[in-house]
């Protein structure tokens, strides 16, 4: 997922320009996300929708001018001389972009609607003047294919706007006064008195599809009172936690992120850059085991929740379907994820076009140890059905087969003899004997002693700190996860000294990084890793130290933007995210790092 795609600022070998009128970018950290668990969309400070895939997660996209594409859904003050500010309500992925301009303070409430159906989107914008009087400009310019296809006239019948292309029909409520755009679309400014509230609806529906059943058709009352309640009904996760807040908001961006088939995305984007110009640049729309397994260990480490259900239930049926030849990427439906290919777009600035990934062609070993963990967690909380059994002993013949074989790792780099891979499939065989015990435990942790035994002959450096791989005596911050989980024991001397050795020599300014490419400073080479920055959080609470702990926490919880999303990766120079948006398992590792962060120092918790 994270490194083998090649990224480049042309299409064809030609430069691609921007689309005429799409609107300037802003920096990541600015964009707010929305999302329905088969979708999602995010929404800049001036209310622009610049990116939106449908109907589902990595089909084309209808806006793309997060990518400099076309297609756009702007609501804004009509006045240019504004500020702005906005917020998610509580627990939710309801959210509301908020505009003080020279004579009024307006609102606009935004929101994929929920329960969500995989061939309709519906998205809500709901416009509120908190005080005067707004004049707000509203236009709209689907593009259907990453605007390859061409969309018909949109035409008006009892207020609504009707327009179709090969694969969409739209209709749009809420201004039939609307006019073509100069650009195309249709534009509108409508004057809004203190305390008024006007609703857009827009609705997305496959054409090669079943057509919807029930729902609220362009009722905008019904689908909010609709969202608002699934949001209400959602299982808390998060609560008693602190900050409870942040949890709470992980919690709702991983449920957004996670289709109804269980499958849950890695991110809802592709192409954003981690580096400027230094083509690492992929498309996250697809499903990674070890990002969903990372989403269902954080939920059980605070309780039973359905996330962990979504989780068990996606891996089991990947693992049964694919046994020793399980990808470790799947579309959410469990499809193949397809090759590589160019959108024809110019990019987000220093980024590429890329949809599709080379990675999910990849042996990562790590992938068999981390669903072997998920499938523990289960077990612990009496949610590992006979299926879910079956996958892991076909999960445990798979690492007996092929776990001295040289793999892609967590970083999906070269194949090599990776440290971090062995020690997780240690950590999930362990796991797994001690919630299911029975005739297999003995066989399973016969099997974790051997590898680690075999591990640390190769791997375990001569200060009796773990080095990178088996030919790399580094240090690598991915080996915290395992030793966080407590993989090797609870007196692992070892962990001890990995952390320090991690502390020591792959941190700057209270963040972590992965590890050195090269000679130069940390941070040249790419940002601080964020995922690492909260494991390293519940390694050092782990060792007795919740000071030092809290701190990582905090200072990695602070790498977001306005609306407290996370990218995989923070540039700690120039304060920005970088890579894709919002990072599906760092939501996960802040929510498992609070919940351990909860627990005793140094004690066993629930691991």
Same mark, same amino acid.
């Given at each position: 997922?994270?490194?083998?795609?090649?990224?480049?600022?042309?299409?064809?070998?030609?430069?691609?320009?921007?689309?005429?009128?799409?609107?300037?970018?802003?920096?990541?950290?600015?964009?707010?996300?929305?999302?329905?668990?088969?979708?999602?969309?995010?929404?800049?400070?001036?209310? %622009?929708?610049?990116?939106?895939? /449908?109907?589902?997660?990595?089909?084309?996209?209808?806006?793309?001018?997060?990518?400099?594409?076309?297609?756009?859904?702007?609501?804004?003050?009509? $006045?240019?001389?504004?500020?702005?500010?906005?917020?998610?309500?509580?627990?939710?992925?309801?959210?509301?972009?908020?505009?003080?301009?020279?004579?009024?303070?307006?609102?606009?409430?935004?929101?994929?609607?929920?329960?969500?159906?995989?061939?309709?989107?519906?998205?809500?914008?709901?416009?509120?003047?908190? %005080?005067?009087?707004?004049?707000?400009?509203?236009?709209?310019?689907?593009?259907?294919?990453?605007?390859?296809?061409?969309?018909?006239?949109?035409?008006?019948?009892?207020?609504?706007?009707?327009?179709?292309?090969?694969?969409?029909?739209?209709?749009?409520?809420?201004?039939?006064?609307?006019?073509?755009?100069?650009?195309?679309?249709?534009?509108?400014?409508?004057?809004?008195?203190?305390?008024?509230?006007?609703?857009?609806?827009?609705?997305?529906?496959?054409?090669?599809?079943?057509?919807?059943?029930?729902?609220?058709?362009?009722?905008?009352?019904?689908?909010?009172?609709?969202?608002?309640?699934?949001?209400?009904?959602?299982?808390?996760?998060?609560?008693?936690?602190?900050?409870?807040?942040?949890?709470?908001?992980?919690?709702?961006?991983? =449920?957004?992120? =996670?289709?109804?088939?269980?499958?849950?995305?890695?991110?809802?984007?592709?192409?954003?850059?981690?580096?400027?110009?230094?083509?690492?640049?992929?498309?996250?729309?697809?499903?990674?085991?070890?990002?969903?397994?990372?989403?269902?260990?954080?939920?059980?480490?605070?309780?039973?929740?359905?996330?962990? $259900?979504?989780?068990?239930?996606?891996?089991?049926?990947?693992?049964?379907?694919?046994?020793?030849?399980?990808?470790?990427?799947?579309?959410?439906?469990?499809?193949?994820?397809?090759?590589?290919?160019?959108?024809?777009?110019?990019?987000?600035?220093?980024?590429?076009?890329?949809?599709?990934?080379?990675?999910?062609?990849?042996?990562?070993?790590?992938?068999?140890?981390?669903?072997?963990?998920?499938?523990?967690?289960?077990?612990?909380? $009496?949610?590992?059905?006979?299926?879910?059994?079956?996958?892991?002993?076909?999960?445990?013949?798979?690492?007996?087969?092929?776990?001295?074989?040289?793999?892609?790792?967590?970083?999906?780099?070269?194949?090599?003899?990776?440290?971090?891979?062995?020690?997780?499939?240690? =950590?999930?065989?362990?796991?797994?004997?001690?919630?299911?015990?029975?005739?297999?435990?003995?066989?399973?942790?016969?099997?974790?002693?051997?590898?680690?035994?075999? =591990?640390?002959?190769?791997?375990?450096?001569?200060?009796?700190?773990?080095?990178?791989?088996?030919?790399?005596?580094?240090?690598?911050?991915?080996?915290?996860?395992?030793?966080?989980?407590?993989?090797?024991? %609870?007196?692992?001397?070892?962990?001890?000294?990995?952390?320090?050795?991690?502390?020591?020599?792959?941190?700057?300014?209270?963040?972590?990084?992965?590890?050195?490419?090269?000679?130069?400073?940390?941070?040249?080479?790419?940002?601080?890793?964020?995922?690492?920055?909260?494991?390293?959080?519940?390694?050092?609470?782990?060792?007795?130290?919740?000071?030092?702990?809290?701190?990582?926490?905090?200072?990695?919880?602070?790498?977001?933007?306005?609306?407290?999303?996370?990218?995989?990766?923070?540039?700690?120079?120039?304060?920005?995210?970088?890579?894709?948006?919002?990072?599906?398992?760092?939501?996960?590792?802040?929510?498992?790092? /609070?919940?351990?962060?909860?627990?005793?120092?140094?004690?066993?918790?629930?691991?």
């Amino acid at each position: 997922m994270r490194r083998l795609a090649r990224g480049a600022r042309t299409a064809g070998g030609a430069a691609v320009e921007p689309f005429p009128g799409a609107p300037a970018p802003w920096a990541l950290r600015d964009y707010a996300f929305l999302g329905d668990g088969e979708r999602g969309a995010l929404v800049s400070p001036r209310g %622009e929708i610049v990116w939106l895939c /449908a109907p589902g997660w990595a089909d084309e996209a209808v806006f793309s001018a997060l990518l400099g594409g076309p297609g756009v859904w702007t609501v804004r003050p009509a $006045d240019d001389w504004h500020v702005w500010g906005g917020y998610y309500e509580d627990g939710t992925l309801v959210h509301v972009s908020r505009w003080v301009t020279t004579h009024a303070i307006v609102e606009c409430r935004e929101a994929l609607a929920v329960p969500a159906d995989p061939a309709r989107v519906v998205l809500l914008r709901r416009l509120r003047v908190v %005080e005067g009087e707004a004049r707000m400009r509203v236009e709209l310019d689907p593009r259907p294919g990453f605007g390859r296809e061409a969309l018909s006239v949109p035409r008006l019948e009892g207020g609504v706007w009707h327009a179709r292309s090969e694969s969409l029909a739209v209709r749009w409520s809420g201004l039939p006064e609307a006019r073509p755009g100069p650009g195309g679309g249709l534009c509108a400014e409508r004057v809004l008195a203190r305390g008024e509230e006007h609703d857009l609806v827009l609705e997305l529906t496959a054409r090669n599809r079943p057509a919807p059943g029930g729902g609220h058709g362009l009722d905008a009352a019904g689908w909010w009172a609709a969202t608002e309640r699934w949001w209400r009904d959602r299982a808390p996760c998060g609560t008693g936690l602190t900050p409870a807040g942040a949890a709470r908001h992980a919690c709702a961006v991983l =449920t957004g992120l =996670t289709a109804a088939g269980g499958g849950m995305v890695a991110a809802a984007t592709t192409s954003l850059p981690e580096r400027a110009y230094a083509q690492r640049n992929y498309d996250y729309r697809y499903v990674w085991l070890r990002d969903q397994a990372y989403a269902g260990l954080a939920v059980a480490a605070h309780g039973p929740h359905p996330l962990l $259900d979504d989780a068990v239930r996606f891996a089991t049926a990947r693992v049964l379907d694919d046994g020793e030849a399980l990808r470790p990427a799947y579309t959410t439906d469990g499809g193949e994820v397809p090759d590589e290919r160019h959108l024809g777009l110019p990019g987000y600035p220093g980024g590429g076009d890329e949809a599709g990934n080379k990675a999910a062609r990849q042996f990562q070993l790590d992938t068999f140890g981390e669903v072997l963990q998920l499938l523990a967690a289960a077990a612990r909380h $009496d949610r590992l059905d006979e299926d879910a059994l079956r996958a892991a002993e076909v999960a445990v013949a798979s690492v007996e087969r092929y776990w001295q074989r040289p793999d892609a790792g967590l970083w999906e780099l070269e194949e090599r003899w990776w440290t971090h891979s062995r020690l997780s499939v240690v =950590t999930g065989l362990r796991a797994l004997a001690r919630e299911v015990p029975g005739p297999a435990a003995g066989r399973w942790e016969e099997l974790a002693t051997t590898i680690l035994r075999e =591990t640390s002959r190769r791997c375990l450096r001569t200060d009796g700190a773990w080095g990178r791989a088996a030919d790399d005596a580094g240090p690598d911050a991915s080996v915290l996860a395992p030793l966080a989980r407590r993989g090797l024991g %609870e007196d692992d001397p070892g962990a001890r000294r990995t952390r320090r050795l991690i502390e020591r020599e792959l941190t700057r300014d209270g963040f972590v990084y992965r590890f050195r490419h090269d000679a130069r400073p940390l941070g040249e080479a790419e940002g601080a890793f964020l995922l690492c920055g909260f494991t390293m959080a519940l390694a050092t609470h782990r060792e007795g130290l919740p000071v030092a702990a809290a701190r990582w926490f905090e200072r990695t919880r602070s790498a977001h933007g306005p609306p407290g999303l996370f990218a995989e990766e923070y540039d700690v120079g120039q304060r920005q995210l970088r890579g894709n948006l919002p990072q599906a398992f760092v939501h996960a590792a802040l929510l498992e790092s /609070a919940a351990g962060l909860a627990e005793p120092p140094g004690g066993a918790g629930t691991r």
